[in-house]
């Protein structure tokens, strides 16, 4: 290839969906598709989307977990391809899926240069008191036990966008980014740099997700294990799978079921929410308190960029930090939003996630060096 890709085709496969784009030279989205429910497995039409695509000239792909290893965006080849696949116990809903992503598109483009993107990068710049877990020293470093973090990519460009959206102020200002999808995990940014978040070694840890417990005492976990004759193949699945919104309620994992469950009178609805709602306002406070404060409070993901009643809940709870929403222009929002109170000392803004402007960038850039 000479000269810059111009058409970057972008794969983001979540845990519960596959985002496809295809983005022109001037980073406008000329081809989209969503696939729900999408598992790794069924990966026909992936390959249909590709097909049609008139010009791909470059590949980016998100994927969820770099390890040790991957701390910034690499060019694919057969020994990257099988490093990322390694890392599958670390990330058992992600990694599969971002594997089978790549080697679709390399089978249906072959030759194309495709880059990994890891969501795992932006989170290397927090510091060791906050990413390191208090256990053994040495099984910290033989095996890199650490806060990772993910969901990186769409950190990164919500709170760049939350930057320029609130200049002045002039310094660079303390913001607490909440990505709440079917995945949902806080951070802590200041200067443009994580300085916090709420996932761990793995993407388990933190808030209440759509089918993830999130943090649980690890005591429960091996009381489970010793007490209850739980294996380790059972309890990866019910914390994977069967626990968090699907979990509590019974049924579903999805946030807008939850809130017509607990509106029609559904008390494990009505639970499932309270506590989803208790965990993020917690958690945003402990944001704070690794940060020394808050400047700007960002929503993003499915839940954040679309619930506001989940938003109005959370922030209600958080005045004593300077936090208020206008009512009205938080119920009404679409798109980018600042949704603070008039008088609010912190400013809380509504930016829609854009994964794949931070994928394509990463894409272009890592193919010209
Ligand atoms: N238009 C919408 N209105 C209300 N809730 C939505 C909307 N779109 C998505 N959600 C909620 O967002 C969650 C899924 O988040 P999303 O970011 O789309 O998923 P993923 O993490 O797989 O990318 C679901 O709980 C769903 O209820
Ligand atoms: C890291 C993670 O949880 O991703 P997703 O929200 O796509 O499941
Ligand atoms: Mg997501």
């Known amino acids: 290839m000479t000269g810059a890709p111009v058409h970057v085709l972008v794969v983001n496969a979540g845990s519960s969906s596959l985002k496809l784009r295809l983005l022109d030279a001037a980073d406008e989205v000329v081809d989209a598709v969503a696939l729900e429910n999408w598992d790794g497995a069924d990966t026909a039409e992936l390959e249909r989307f590709v097909r049609r695509l008139p010009s791909v000239d470059a590949v980016g792909h998100r994927i969820v977990h770099g ?184 049924g579903t994992g999805d946030m807008r079921e939850i809130m017509s469950g607990m509106d029609s009178g559904d008390e494990a609805c009505r639970l499932a929410f309270d506590v989803y709602v208790h965990r993020l306002r917690r958690e945003i406070a402990a944001m704070t308190g690794s940060l020394g404060g808050i400047d700007v409070l960002v929503f993003t993901g499915g839940v954040g960029e679309h619930n506001a009643r989940v938003r109005a809940e959370a922030a209600g709870g958080l005045r004593y930090l300077g936090v208020t929403l206008d009512t009205k222009a938080n119920e009404a929002c679409t798109g980018e939003a600042d949704i603070s109170g008039a008088a609010a000392p912190v400013r809380t803004l509504v930016v829609p996630a854009r994964e794949d402007l931070e994928i394509t960038a990463h894409t272009r850039r890592t193919l010209a060096e």
């Open 67 to 250: 390890g040790r290893r991957f701390s910034e965006p690499v060019r694919i080849d057969d020994e990257v391809r099988e490093a990322i696949g390694g890392l599958a116990d670390l990330a058992p809903l992600h990694q599969p899926r971002g594997v089978a992503g790549i080697d679709t598109v390399a089978q249906v483009l072959p030759g194309t240069p495709a880059v990994a993107c890891f969501d795992t990068a932006f989170h290397t710049t927090i510091p060791d008191a906050a990413a390191t877990y208090a256990l053994p020293a040495e099984w910290n470093r033989r095996w890199g036990l650490r806060r990772y973090g993910f969901h990186g990519l769409s950190h990164a460009y919500v709170t760049r966008r939350a930057a320029e959206l609130t200049r002045p102020p002039a310094r660079e200002p303390r913001i607490v980014s909440c990505h709440l999808g079917a995945g949902a995990s806080l951070a802590a940014v200041a200067g443009g740099r994580s300085v916090d978040t709420t996932m761990g070694f793995t993407p388990l840890a933190g808030l209440v997700m759509a089918t993830r417990t999130g943090s649980v005492d690890p005591g429960l976990v091996l009381w489970l294990q010793q007490q209850a004759g739980m294996d380790a193949d059972c309890l990866s699945h019910a914390l994977e799978r069967e626990s968090g919104l699907a979990g509590l309620s019974g």
